[in-house]
């Protein structure tokens, strides 16, 4: 059983593009203070601000669960929104919903989810079309892809 | 009238990498990139001795994020604040907008907080990389 060292839950604005990503950034700030491997930290930050992205992008309200363990780093996202209706098609390079809006903000080119599959070692979504999606990542500390 | 043959033209030694990675890159500092690329210096307290190496060049942040390696220079012609917050995501070590496009000014405020050079050029995206490219530089994608 793994040991459970730090934990924190952020709340993610939607539509917020200002704002969008600070939570990543903080996240970042928080990891090399405890100066682990400089790779694991981009890899875990990349998955936070793609995720906090797609939340701020798609969804009415989210929230970013960030859990430090002795083996790995936890990113667990949970929103109310519209939910995947094909995780599948969504997984792959290029596909994308995204709107003039979000694409003007440099997003929404269909990298967003292979993206987070690319950075980290474990993924799960779950989707409800008209609820909702739970993304949970995870990234060992001993891993290095 | 016999046709002569096509001339064999040499390569330039630019384009006969086939792989990113394939060859040395030539770093550079900043300060030589704002001569190569007539740029304007957006960050006035910079330290413009820091040296590259390899540049990402994308209006996509994603794309950015997909390929990123720490230290990279950033160019892109996206100029409002998430083309910073990617930087900072992604470990850039400065940024150069290219086209002469009017930069954000809550991008700057970023930059300025991150302490994340900012470059602004005229050139277009083509340009900026064949002369970066043509100087050694190569790129993180």
């Known amino acids: ?145 | 009238m016999p046709l002569s043959p096509a001339p064999v033209l040499a390569k330039p030694k630019a384009l006969r990498r086939e792989r990113p990675g394939d060859e040395d890159t030539n770093p550079m500092t900043l300060e030589e990139i704002k001569n190569l690329l007539f740029c304007q210096v957006l960050t006035h307290d910079a330290d413009l001795s820091v040296e590259v190496d390899t540049v990402l060049a994308s209006d996509g942040m994603s794309e950015i994020l997909a390929f990123h390696r720490p230290g990279a220079l950033m160019i892109t012609g996206l100029t409002n604040i998430q083309s910073v917050r990617t930087a900072d995501i992604a470990d850039v070590r400065a940024i150069v907008y290219i086209r002469g496009k009017r930069v954000n000014e809550k991008a700057m405020d970023l930059a300025r907080q991150k302490k994340i050079p900012v470059l602004t050029t005229k050139l277009g995206m083509f340009d900026v990389c064949g002369i970066l490219r043509e100087h050694g530089m190569k790129g993180a994608m």
């Open chain 1, 1 to 145: 059983m793994s040991e459970e060292l730090f934990k924190r839950t952020f709340k993610i604005q939607s539509r917020n593009f200002d704002r969008a990503g600070e939570n990543s950034s903080e996240i970042k700030g928080i990891l090399k203070g405890l100066n682990l491997d400089s790779e694991i930290i981009r890899r875990a930050v990349v998955v936070a601000f793609e995720a906090e992205m797609n939340v701020v992008m798609y969804a009415r309200v989210g929230t970013l669960t960030f859990l430090i363990t002795d083996e790995d780093i936890h990113i667990d996202v949970m929103d109310e929104g519209p939910g995947i209706p094909d995780i599948e098609q969504a997984m792959q390079e290029g596909f994308s919903t995204a709107t003039d809006e979000m694409r003007e903000m440099g997003f929404g080119f269909g990298m967003g989810l292979p993206n987070i599959r690319k950075h980290s070692d474990t993924l799960k979504i779950e989707s409800q079309v008209g609820k909702g999606t739970a993304l949970s990542a995870s990234i060992r500390l001993n891993s290095n892809a």
